[in-house]
């Protein structure tokens, strides 16, 4: 292995996750394990240097201060208490705080500043080999940035061994599917099958108008489109899946209770009866992005804006037809053009059109217009749990509008969303 390790132990601190990212900024790889990580486990883990415990207040449970078991204190490695029984034992003030933690990685553990992707890369890509040896994985491939990137990595870990399954749920922005395919079976020479599902997936949805249920079918859909497709496969043992850090961290460990368990379109359950093949699941975000990129990735599939699993479906608002699903395609095309021409991509969290199911009066070439209207919206978040509104200029929202206008089918009218969360969520449904 190419990298050193800091073990970070949970003992129940909220921020572990700032912690590793602290020590990772430093140039060394950081993972959080449970507080009782058992003596096998520990000396199962590649290139540890050193111990950090860390508790805060939730250490202590009913007046009694948990703590590490004997594996840790008999493994002959640095430890560091970052809490003295729930009370912080790291200085509040960051520069000395940083200070402290950059002696105790360097001078007292000897860990070398050597995490970097190249060499991430080629530790999973060994850690992958070693796991799968000569035998087949499976990969759900949405077009997102997590399997995007767990695709590219395992092509290159294991080449043919792994097929790709990108469903075409009908939902997908303007262009996204062609360019997996584009990306992945003409660039990389994956083994990608490609199922376009649009009319079951539009059939199922037909009529239905309550949001949730919207989400249901889908999700549902998914998995049984994608259990098809891997029934017609042979001698497949492992399922790869694009689970990142954030997933793990806020589904929760067995001391930091959960903040929301995750589940997605292409959250495959658990009884499929594969292995699964993680190789993100010690990656934040941005890290995930630069694994991207140093794989070859282009930057508009590594640094997409979010979106959501249910797709298109939840911004055509009420039941969905197959003319108004076009009208939000197109007008989301066009939004995105014009927002890449304005310097806007990348500075704009997430952006996208939508469109409700009533129509309004309007005029075309002196003649009586009777269509639907598109709402633009842009907001910032940083966690998604509030979102402000873009300051979007005015004359680049009166050019998108005049092309929404005289481009797209079916639509007489642009509106700006100027809703913050809360009120209104991101979405609209
Ligand atoms: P809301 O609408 O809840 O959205 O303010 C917050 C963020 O989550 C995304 N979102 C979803 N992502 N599956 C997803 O993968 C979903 O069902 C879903 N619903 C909302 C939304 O795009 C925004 O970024």
């Not at 003596?39 to 050193?50: D, F, H, M, N, Y």
């Not at 108008?209 to 497709?229: L, N, S, Y």
Request: proline share 5%; hydrophobic share 40%.
């Amino acid at each position: 292995m190419k990298q050193d390790m800091i073990l970070i132990l949970d003992l129940g601190s909220e921020e572990n996750p700032k912690l590793a990212r602290e020590i990772r900024a430093m140039g060394v790889y950081t993972e959080i394990h449970p507080h009782d990580i058992s003596a096998e486990a520990l000396s199962a883990l590649p290139g540890v240097k050193g111990i950090i415990l860390n508790g805060g207040p939730n250490r202590v449970v009913d007046g009694v201060s948990i703590d590490a078991g004997d594996a840790v204190y008999q493994s002959g490695l640095p430890v560091l208490c970052a809490d003295h029984k729930g009370e912080p034992a790291l200085p509040t003030d960051d520069a000395a705080r940083a200070d402290l933690l950059r002696r105790f990685v360097f001078e007292t553990c000897k860990a070398e500043a050597n995490w970097n992707m190249e060499n991430f890369i080629a530790d999973q890509v060994e850690l992958v080999r070693r796991q799968v040896g000569d035998r087949k994985v499976l990969l759900a491939l949405s077009g997102g940035v997590d399997s995007s990137v767990v695709a590219a990595l395992l092509i290159r870990a294991i080449g043919k061994q792994l097929t790709c399954v990108h469903v075409n749920h009908g939902l997908l922005r303007k262009g996204e599917p062609e360019q997996v395919v584009e990306v992945f079976r003409d660039q990389m020479d994956a083994n990608l099958i490609y199922v376009d599902a649009t009319d079951r997936f539009l059939d199922k949805l037909a009529g239905v108008d309550e949001p949730e249920h919207k989400r249901k079918i889908i999700g549902t859909e998914f998995i049984r489109v994608f259990e098809e497709e891997a029934r017609k496969l042979e001698g497949i043992d492992f399922l790869a899946q694009g689970t990142i850090y954030p997933d793990i961290i806020e589904s929760g460990t067995k001391t930091v209770k959960a903040v929301k368990s995750h589940h997605n379109v292409g959250g495959l359950p658990e009884d499929l009866g594969f292995e699964l093949v993680e190789p993100l699941k010690m990656l934040f975000k941005d890290e995930v992005r630069a694994c991207g990129k140093a794989l070859g990735l282009p930057d508009n599939m590594v640094y997409r804006q979010p979106f959501p699993g249910p797709g298109l479906g939840v911004r055509c608002l009420g039941a969905i037809t197959r003319d108004r699903l076009e009208a939000v395609r197109e007008s989301d095309a066009i939004l995105r053009e014009e927002f890449a021409n304005a310097g806007l991509e990348g500075k704009v969290w997430q952006y996208f059109t939508v469109v409700p199911d009533f129509k309004s009066v309007g005029v075309h070439d002196g003649l009586r217009t009777f269509d639907w209207p598109v709402i633009l919206r842009a907001v910032n978040t940083v966690d998604a749990m509030t979102a402000t509104v873009e300051d979007v200029p005015f004359a680049l929202l009166q050019k998108i509008t005049a092309r929404i206008t005289s481009e797209v089918k079916g639509v007489n009218r642009v509106l700006y969303d100027l809703t913050p969360k809360p009120s209104g969520t991101i979405e609209w449904e």
